[in-house]
């Protein structure tokens, strides 16, 4: 791998990773290798894999795959569900917070086909709660904005969020996971498939990532 000047990477996945982490991780590894492209790629769950398939992915990270017989894990990095919301919000001095608190003000929940919506919807399955989201865009980059635009609490994953939560005005912190599961982040690649330099030395990096932030299996 020591020869690797030129190359191409393709990713594909969850829409979690694009405002903050995979942005980064790009452009670090662009500083070293300014000669190596990228496509980035938003795929649901069963889209990405079957980018793997078709070779218009080299690398994928998913939220909770629905399928994975040709998905060769790499990683399993765990993410707990956080709520977000304006640092005056009156849950925002919380350390975590329980479900039911949560629920109790107005919401904000992504639409069906998103992990975290499944993972909220299981939760209070359980319960005598229920969900009743006033907000319900496909976007996580709305959510996260639109915490900052009225005292209404939004969900999302760690991985979603910026490092330093305040600078972008917002707080965030974990529900408390007696109330609701963790969810996985799965990165992988298609099985048994020999990557390309580029992308052989992309994914080593984001591992080396994902373990020093997360905790990872």
Known sequence: MSGERRGHVAVACSQALLPFFLPQQISTYRHSHPAVTFDVLVRDRAAAEQALIDISADLAIVFEPVRM???????????????VMKPDHPLADSKSVRLRDCLQFPIALPTAPY?????????????????????????FEFLRHYAREENILSFQLPIGLPANALEEDIVSMPI???DVPEGFLYFGQL???????????????????????????
Do not use: W
Request: glycine residues 2%; neutral net charge.
């Open 69 to 83: 017989s040709e998905f060769q894990i790499l990683l399993t990095i765990r993410q707990p569900v956080h709520a």
């Open 115 to 139: 992990g975290v919506r499944h993972l909220m919807e299981l939760a209070v399955r359980k319960t005598s709660l229920y969900l009743n989201p006033v907000v319900e865009p496909d976007s």
């Open 176 to 178: 408390d996971v007696r």
């Open 191 to 217: 099985r048994d498939r020999t990557l390309p330099v580029a992308a052989a030395r992309f994914a080593q990096q984001m591992q080396e990532t994902f373990i020093s932030r997360f905790d990872c299996e």
